[in-house]
Structures are given as structure tokens and as C-alpha cells.
């Protein structure tokens, strides 16, 4: 599965909390093993693994048809609303409309977050793309399929049950997802650190350089330091 480079991401204010709520929530390694350290090079031990790609099929499915649903969500849910716009309470005119608006931009960018996170296997943008997921979308969705006080049109419903099975799937996907990225990026990161070590570490033949000790016993005849003579008198 091709990979789409140079997309940009979130600014760098946001991924940190990202990173550290990534960390302690999905997985137990540090913020170094998730802010992209240094791969495996090929011929090390564990280079296949390195190169595991950690993107989920089914997540990736959803968000490919949630793309093409929300539109047509959005055109009925307005379309019903228009509809039924007269017949509401004042109160329930300002939610409507004010969920409408909420809805409408937190999707954009959920989506967006989505498909960077696990296409790119990025963590930050995944556990942004989680947590809107999580909240604010589904529980306005429930709060729209439950409240009968909205006066809910049989069809309206059926789409918001769709949209809520979406929301529900992309919970708990992109949470495995999750934890599994952090995880293997841990992995990834403490194997990097071990073979930077065994390239350092000298081979077992080659000469090992003598100690400070040793040459200054080398340097004086009786095992001490000598002083450099003093310059004869003009």
C-alpha cells in the first residue's frame, strides 16, 4: 500500500500532548520511542520488523465509506431539519443548529486526522483523530438518534444509526491501532538503540587504546612522571 509523503500534520503545540497521552494511555515506553527514532539499517537483525507496516485495513475501510457518507448525512439531516424547523421550541432550534455547525467542522478535520494517522502511521494524528472521535462526535450523534424532544424523522433516524455504527467501529479500531503503533515504534526505537551500541562496542581483535596511566609510566624511565627540563640560562 502506497504511502503518501509531505502531507502535513499538526503543529508541533499539539503533538507533544498527543505524544504523552499516546504513551501513557496506549502503551508503556517513553516519548522517544514515538517521536521517530532511528530505523534499523537493512542486513541488522530485525529490519523485516522494522519495515511491519502497522496501518489498519478495516480502520482505513471505514474512514474510505464514512467519506462518502457524510455528505449525504449532512444533506438529509438538513434537509429534515429545514423541514421541521418551524415545529420546534426556540431551545431546540439554537442546539440543532449549533450541532449542525459543530458537526460539520469537527468532521473535516477527523477525518483528515484519520487518514494521516494510519496511512502515515502517525501517532499523534491518530490519537487526535481518536479522541474527536470519542468526543465530541459520538455522544452529539447519540444525543440526535435518543432525544425524542427532536421530533426524529423515521429516515433521519436510520442515518444516524449509520453514522453511530461508524463512530463506534472507529472507536475501538482506531484504539487497537493505537496501541499497536506504540508498541511496535517502542520496539522499534529500544532495537535501534541496541545495534547503534553493538556498532560502537570495538571488534574482539582489535587493539584497545592504553589507558592515561600506563603512558605516563611509559613515558618516565622509573614509572612516574617526569618533567620536562628546564631551559638552560641565556
Not at 493505537?178 to 560502537?200: D, G, K, P
Amino acid at each position: 500500500m502506497a504511502r503518501p509523503e509531505g502531507v502535513p500534520g499538526l503543529p508541533e503545540t499539539l503533538r507533544r500532548p498527543l505524544l504523552s497521552l499516546s504513551s501513557s494511555v496506549f502503551g508503556e515506553s517513553g516519548r522517544a520511542a514515538l517521536s521517530g527514532g532511528p530505523r534499523a539499517p537493512p542486513g541488522c537483525p530485525g529490519y523485516r520488523a522494522d519495515c511491519e507496516i502497522l496501518s489498519s485495513l478495516p480502520l482505513q475501510m471505514s474512514l474510505y465509506f464514512n467519506v462518502y457518507f457524510f455528505p449525504l448525512w449532512w444533506l438529509i439531516t438538513v434537509a429534515i431539519l429545514y423541514m421541521k424547523y418551524p415545529a420546534l421550541s426556540d431551545y431546540y432550534k439554537f442546539i440543532l443548529v449549533t450541532i449542525m455547525i459543530l458537526v460539520s467542522l469537527t468532521e473535516l478535520i477527523r477525518l483528515y486526522l484519520g487518514y494521516v494517522g494510519n496511512l502515515l502511521e502517525k501517532v499523534p494524528e491518530l490519537a487526535g483523530f481518536w479522541l474527536l472521535t470519542l468526543l465530541p462526535q459520538l455522544p452529539i450523534i447519540l444525543f440526535l438518534l435518543f432525544n425524542e424532544g427532536l421530533q426524529i424523522h423515521s429516515l433521519e433516524r436510520a442515518f444516524h444509526i449509520i453514522f453511530a455504527a461508524f463512530l463506534s467501529f472507529q472507536v475501538v479500531a482506531a484504539f487497537f491501532t493505537l496501541r499497536r503503533m506504540v508498541n511496535a515504534l517502542a520496539a522499534r526505537f529500544r532495537r535501534s538503540e541496541f545495534h547503534r551500541l553493538e556498532e560502537q562496542r570495538p571488534a574482539p581483535g582489535a587493539p584497545r587504546p592504553a589507558p592515561a596511566s600506563a603512558a605516563c609510566s611509559a613515558a618516565s624511565p622509573r614509572g612516574r612522571w617526569a618533567p620536562a627540563p628546564a631551559p638552560a640560562p641565556p
